[in-house]
């Protein structure tokens, strides 16, 4: 990782540096960055990464909430489908019963014209 180059090129710059004063035949190395400027970006690096998780945690946050809100809707969608449901359910109970009960009004009714029917046209 990035950790391990720095720490590489610390390593070979140094080497370098000792060759190089050693023998003044060779060319001049590249110089190694100071010590300074590698906790500096490692920290600037570490700082973007830390920035950008905060704004992905932000975003997460935020789509996770609007999935709260979303099923509180549903939720009480329904519940009140559920209510209106159970309301159907008795008023359909409710007819049914009103239904037997004139089916058998009109049974009785029935009976009683074809009875009058019978005692007038029998004669």
């Known amino acids: ?3 391990h180059n720095s720490q590489h090129n610390n390593a070979q710059g ?5 060759a190089s004063s050693d023998s003044s035949s060779k060319a ?4 190694a960055p100071p ?3 590698v906790p500096t970006a490692l920290t600037d690096q570490l700082h973007q990464q830390v920035t950008h998780l905060s704004q992905q945690l932000a975003g997460l946050q935020a789509a ?17 489908l559920s209510n209106q449901s159970a309301q159907q359910q008795q008023r359909i ?6 239904l037997v009960q004139a089916q058998q ?3 009785i009714g029935e009976a009683q014209v ?3 029917r019978f005692q007038n046209y029998s004669r």
């Open 64 to 80: 996770l909430q609007r999935q709260q809100q979303a099923q509180v809707v549903q939720q009480q969608e329904y519940r009140d």
């Open 1 to 3: 990782g990035p950790e």
């Open 14 to 18: 140094s080497a370098e540096t000792a």
């Open 35 to 37: 010590v300074e400027a």
């Open 105 to 107: 009004m009109a049974a």
């Open 93 to 98: 109970e409710e007819l049914e019963q009103q």
């Open 28 to 31: 001049e190395p590249t110089a």
């Open 114 to 116: 074809n009875r009058w």
